[in-house]
């Protein structure tokens, strides 16, 4: 592990993966790992349990993660990789709630898809978790508590700032683009390369919709004539 993402998701943190991956930094871990990975989600779990994790087995073959989960783990994290970097990526708290509430908060859990992550025996044990964490756990059950859920934001800021060496850490917004990133890293700009952006709100509502056809088709099976 090179590079240990200590910014909550919604922070362009899917743009980071794939700008991370551009500049070497072989596999980049993401929230959307879980969907592909679902044994991992034994891993996480035993993470918010308190329970013993070999943090080097779940990231066997990843070079950097950013976003939850590894996120609310980034103490360990920097125990487990001593020598990784940490990058702390940001953005206006009013922007941030307003992007996670209209996504991963409300999109997660309207019908028909709430239902079906419960239903679907690997994805029921992956939102179980991943409230745990994130909803649960960093937010203790009150994200539509405005108000809060930006102090909570803001407070783990400031506690990343105060537990992370300041040689170790680089607090980023990904509209500065390739320049602070590539200087931390200490590579090479990419050249004649855009800095990726991915997965604005309609992106990911559009997401949301295509896992959701991908679910419901195999359910679905025409009446014989």
Not at 35 to 56: E, L, Q
Request: proline letters at 7%; hydrophobic letters at 40%; aromatic letters at 12%.
């Amino acid at each position: 592990m090179r590079l240990i993402g200590a910014g909550f998701g919604r922070t362009g943190t899917k743009s980071l993966q794939a700008a991370l991956e551009e500049l070497g930094l072989r596999r980049c871990y993401h929230m959307t790992e879980l969907a592909n990975n679902p044994s991992h989600v034994d891993h996480w779990a035993d993470a918010v349990a308190g329970r013993p994790v070999d943090w080097k087995r779940l990231f066997q073959g990843y070079e950097a993660t950013v976003d939850w989960p590894g996120c609310t783990f980034y103490k360990e994290l920097m125990v487990a990789f001593p020598d990784a970097k940490v990058l702390l990526s940001v953005r206006d708290p009013e922007k941030w709630y307003e992007s996670a509430y209209n996504t991963i908060y409300s999109g997660l859990r309207a019908f028909p898809f709430n239902v079906i992550r419960y239903a679907v025996p690997h994805l029921r044990r992956m939102a179980r978790t991943v409230d745990d964490i994130i909803w649960d756990g960093t937010f203790k059950g009150r994200f539509d508590d405005k108000q809060f859920a930006i102090e909570v934001y803001n407070r783990h800021i400031e506690d990343v700032k105060k537990h992370v060496p300041a040689e170790r850490l680089l607090v980023y917004e990904v509209k500065e683009g390739w320049e602070p990133l590539c200087r931390f890293l200490g590579v090479e700009v990419p050249k004649d390369k855009p800095f990726p952006r991915l997965n604005d709100t309609a992106d990911f509502q559009k997401m949301i919709r295509g896992r959701l056809k991908s679910v419901l088709l195999p359910w679905h099976k025409p009446r014989p004539s």
